[in-house]
């Protein structure tokens, strides 16, 4: 079978068309495509992309197609796909001498794109949609929810592993007068976030959480974990048990998978995140078993597809100003991500937790305190949050 029908055959698995009329069909620019997808796979489908060689009028709505008829089922295992496996198992990609390289490669590009894509308090997480109106609401909700399952009272000493541009660090002094140590692998968010917390009891570290040797009252890690990988799992919630107070609380938020994964798409790995892959509720249980007390586990992520969507549109929004420092190749590559990233969870591909922690378990079981009253900007009513 020719490339091209077999490419168009297994498209139509998905309801999509080559140079069809529908929003998620795709244009085809260069017809080099078909060989290109047969022998690269995943790889192969984002760097054509890049390159300009196929379009889509809604690209979150193809990869919706994509992933809801599991057309990976259909494919084979492409050299890039297997050689990634490999390496996942034959050598520890996440081992302390490659902790710098996420910062390096993807948290460092810029703090103009981050700036002009995130939030106001540059949240580069899930936000949490349940009574927000946009995405400023969504994600100074998700950092009260977070604060409340800590049971943050003034003076605290909390630890923020991945603690981005300082955005839970920065609420949590302000809001619960909590004294934060944030760690990160990433200059620019040690020097852009000390910035925005000047004043305020905030500290930054340029440090890898294998370096840690001090005690807290609290610890926080949203979305980090999804750079620590499977091999490095046990080490990771034993240091946490090491750094965590006999009464205090651990809230962990991380991206999950529905199975247990060794690697990432190639794609992902090459030109965005480097080294990561996303635990299954099995590989993390089977870290934090007989370390830590799970008191509570919740699932978000359909509010993850709402976020990443947000953060699109202002990206798009901004382009005109951004591509002055970055090249359309770069463009594409970002709406990729961002777009791909999308479609993956509103298939409920993949899932968003957050978990709640303690080192023995709360006598009394856990309950979640009632959020303070919060007055929304568009219906000017007040809303526990």
Known sequence: MKAKEKIVQLLAKANIQVNGDLPWDIKVHNTDLYN????????????????GWWDTDSLDQFFYRILKADLEKHTDYS??????????????????NRAFHIGERHYDIGNDLYKAMLDRRMVYTCAYWKNADNLDEAQEAKLELVCRKLGLKEGRKVLDI????GSFAKYAAENYGAEVTGITVSKEQVELGTELCKGLPVQFRLQDYRELDETFDHIVSLGMIEHVGYKNYREYFRIIKNSLSDKGTFVLQTIGSNYPVLNTDPWIHKYIFPN??????????????????????????????????????????????????????????WKYYLLMSAGSFRTRKNQLWQVVFTKAGLPNGYRLPKGRLHLRSKSGQLTRI
């Open 36 to 51: 290109r997808l047969i022998r690269y796979g995943p790889l192969g489908l984002g760097e054509s992309y890049m390159d």
């Open 79 to 96: 050299p890039g796909t297997t050689l990634l496996y490999l390496r996942s198992i034959l050598s520890n990609l996440q081992n302390k």
């Open 276 to 333: 990561s892959m996303i635990p299954s509720i099995s590989q993390l249980s089977d870290a934090f078993e007989d370390r830590l007390v799970m008191e509570d586990w919740q699932n978000f992520g359909v509010d993850y597809d709402k976020t990443l969507m947000a953060w699109f549109s202002n990206f798009n929004r901004e382009w005109s100003t951004l591509q002055k420092s970055y090249s359309e190749r770069f463009y594409r590559m």
């Open 162 to 165: 991945g603690c981005g541009w």
